[in-house]
């Protein structure tokens, strides 16, 4: 296989066998070459092809033998160079600053550092898959279409890194949340070990400059933080992996129990609560400032609060659904619900086994707080005085998110749930 398995399935190298389990039924479903069989013929073959690589991959990481090999190929370690004795450290720089330095010229087509970034560009980056972005905060632009319309391509911003590529959902994390970044075959960058992009049209040696360059910037911004020498326990603070293991363990259990009964709400809750993990560093940092309600790691402290805020972001974007969909439906429409509560239940089952302990706060006032989303603006028994989005908004906030980030998360939500649709179209049509 010409590709890495982990990055086919987006799984890290030490993935155990739920992990892979778990990833390969989601690419299965996002692959499979019958969802798109009203597509063009173009389309249906980037599908077949794409579902060969997850089988491939599949098979490569459930076979003992196979994945031995696989691991020699693609996850040895690279011997470190011996650095130098530093006799003193040069003044520190901020992330923008150390990627935007004077003598580093940006002369790739197809790459536009600030202040050369154009603004139809930029709008059409913004458009596609970065709505909460500012112009200003944009260092870096990538633009991976054929015609220059910037739809698909990467935005590095000073807090964080943007992505989209063609037939994909868009892709975001910030920086204070990357550990790893490397530059591998085919344009493809890989963040924290899985694929984050792909480039079609861009060049590879400009890809490989960019990831270069933002992978030095963030050693020297990171330094000037003092974010690289911080202690053991506040790195694996930092990690929280405890929370994607019990991300996909609730995700996992749900499936199971339900079968086709999630009507594939469970592909966007996993997208969702993707969405919300890319904040977890920040809402670790806002919990240990915080008195501790419980015994225990702040990892659970976060997984306590990460839940219902997931809900309330979640039935907030079901809400603002469109209404020709909502009446289709009809009462059917509470059978999201319905799943949505399955997770939240096999959330706080395989919380208590993971933590070894119930949540600090009641059950009911998890589904209070969910609940009071569930509605639009004067709609349902809620009456909140402000509109939801406000009050949603400013939640984010006093669980530490900034401003921009808590617009930008709501807004994902929003986005990920009107994408969702067609796919439950989709799989709606083969039900029948």
């Not at 972005?133 to 279409?145: F, N, Y």
């Not at 911003?157 to 892709?171: I, P």
Request: hydrophobic share 40%; proline share 5%.
């Amino acid at each position: 296989m010409d590709v890495n398995p982990y990055e086919v399935l987006g799984v890290r190298p030490s993935a155990g066998s739920d992990e892979i389990e778990l990833a390969f039924k989601g690419r299965r479903s996002q692959y499979h070459p019958d969802r798109y069989a009203e597509s063009d013929a173009e389309t249906q073959e980037w599908a077949t092809e794409k579902m060969k690589e997850v089988n491939a991959a599949y098979r490569i990481l459930t076979t003992p033998e196979l994945r031995a090999q696989c691991d020699q190929r693609w996850t040895r370690q690279r011997p470190k160079a011996s650095e130098p004795a530093e006799l003193a450290s040069p003044p520190a720089l901020d992330f923008a600053s150390a990627l935007l330095k004077p003598a580093w010229t940006w002369f790739h087509d197809k790459v536009y550092a600030k202040p050369n970034i154009p603004r139809a560009k930029f709008d059409g980056a913004k458009a596609s898959y970065a709505p909460a972005v500012a112009l200003e905060d944009v260092l870096v632009l990538v633009d991976d279409t054929l015609f220059g319309g910037a739809r698909e391509g990467m935005l590095v911003t000073k807090d964080g890194l943007y992505a989209r590529q063609k037939f994909e959902d868009a892709r975001y994390i910030r920086l204070d949340g990357v550990r790893s970044l490397e530059n591998g075959a085919s344009n493809r960058l890989t963040v924290n070990g899985a694929k984050f992009f792909e480039g079609a049209f861009v060049e590879e040696a400009a890809m490989d400059l960019l990831a270069n360059r933002i992978r030095s910037a963030l050693k020297e911004s990171q330094g000037a933080s003092g974010e690289s020498k911080a202690s053991p326990e506040a790195n694996s603070a930092d990690d929280l992996e405890s929370l994607h293991r019990l991300h996909r363990r609730a995700l996992t259990e749900m499936r199971n129990r339900l079968g086709e009964s999630t009507l594939v709400i469970d592909l966007l809750i996993d997208q969702q609560m993707q969405s919300l993990l890319a904040f977890s560093s920040t809402l670790a940092r806002k919990a240990k400032s915080l008195p501790r309600r419980a015994q225990g790691p702040v990892d659970a402290e976060v997984a306590e609060g990460m839940l219902p805020l997931f809900l309330a972001l979640h039935y907030f974007s079901l809400s603002q659904l469109p209404d020709a969909f909502r009446k289709a439906l009809g009462k059917d429409f509470t059978g999201f619900h319905e799943v949505s509560e399955a997770y939240k239940h096999a959330y706080l089952w395989h919380f208590r086994h993971l933590f070894g302990r119930p949540v600090a706060g009641k059950e009911d006032d998890i589904l209070t707080m969910a609940l009071a989303f569930f509605h639009r603006d004067g709609e349902g028994p809620a009456d909140l005085r402000l509109p939801r989005r406000q009050v949603l908004e400013h939640t984010l906030t006093s669980f530490g998110l900034h401003p921009s980030d808590a617009d930008g998360l709501v807004q994902r939500f929003q986005d990920l749930a009107t994408a969702w649709i067609p796919k439950l179209i989709a799989f709606l049509a083969e039900s029948d």
